[in-house]
């Protein structure tokens, strides 16, 4: 498999469990570990379906869950007393963790806030460092794709297991034809994007192929609210001979092969 | 020299001066011409070009005075100077961030904060030159411990680090110290060359 997508876009473990404790509307504080770790792993695994190269640090976070969810089965020390563990929660060391990321995570948003020189204002001869989205919008964290993509795939008939055509379709396929559409529409709807998608391989290759635009930057993901439609738009206008050498960035081998 | 005259001189210099100008620069090219007049006479310049007409702004940043366009102009000087987007990402602004509030710190304390590898970022972060190695820490291995630069503070509109809005406390959560035995890395050209 020879696409794959640098795992910086995905900011971490951390970001990860800290999105699924807002889905969940629980507390940091008081995580309902079974739930969070099932979640948790079942959000590995789409990325591993999606050949996404899941970082090692994903991997010793699910351990750590598990771990934790094993130590919260333990019956609670009824003899009390002479145990060391006593009252220690098997949760604290990791709320420590999340609530610490967080603090940075916030203060990470209040510097975004801020007047960015060459994004809000300029000093003579500045050039632009950021290109802000429609007002209003504001772009898609991959945690909400994956949970989009999560809906179109489950949307699938069930019985399409005895699919036998092999079907050839390639990340780059789908990338122009991706291209083709904004280039007509201006913007498309993430799921009319795979409307026409008729098996699990297709929807997957589709959103692939939509990660490396966004990687590159010729398209842009935007949402102008929270669990909003999510739109496709395109970020730049792009000649034949700038897209041709975002195409070739890219193997044109079918996907799996 | 009559104080309109001066004022009118530190307009020209903030005019084409690089980057923030210091009062003390001011006062270097303004021989004879003390601080204090230096310092009222750029309230007097920040306070005027606060009226709506006027496109500039004159801000303190990174220890200095600078000249920069208004914020509600944002989109017509984006207009007219089109160029590329080089967005900052999440995993950029989290690292900065981090770096900023808990300087100086090493690769590996960032990681254990962020839980993710930061090899990446931390070498674009130093491309960009917002962030330098000061020091290096007196533990086995010697990292370099990173810490902003004025590049930073002007990115982000601040006078100085105090500047930076204090930590939220989400919760009663008690950071680890970081330990301040350091070794002194002296100045930044030398590091370029280690």
Redesign the interface.
Known sequence: MSTRVE???F?????LLLHLIKRNEVS??DIPIATITEQYLATLDLLQSLSLDV?G?FLV?ASTLIHIKSRMLLPADDDGGDDEDEGIDPRDELV??L??????????Q???Q???????????S??????AGPRGFREVSVFELLAALKRIIDRLPKDTFHEVTLEKITVREKMTHLLDVLRNQGSVLFENLFAAASSRMEIIVTFLAMLELVKV?AIRIVQDEMAGPITIEA?AVMDSAGEQAVLEQVEDEPYGA | MEREEVKSVLESLLFVADGPLTVQRFAEVLEGVDKETIYALLQEMQSELEAPSRGLQLVEVAGGYQLRTAKVNADWVKKFLGGRPARMGRATLETLAIIAYRQPITKAEIESIRGVDVDGVITTLLERNLIRAVARKDVPGRPFLYGTTAEFLQLFNLKDLTELPTLKETDEISLPEISRDVIPLGQPEEIEAL
Do not use: C, H, N
């Open positions: 795992t910086e876009i900011e971490g473990p951390l970001d940091i504080t970082a640090e976070m420590r963790r609530l610490e990321y967080q603090r940075y995570k916030e203060a990470a209040d510097l975004d801020r007047e960015v020189l060459s994004r809000d204002v300029f000093t003579r500045a050039a632009p460092i950021e290109e930057r970020a």
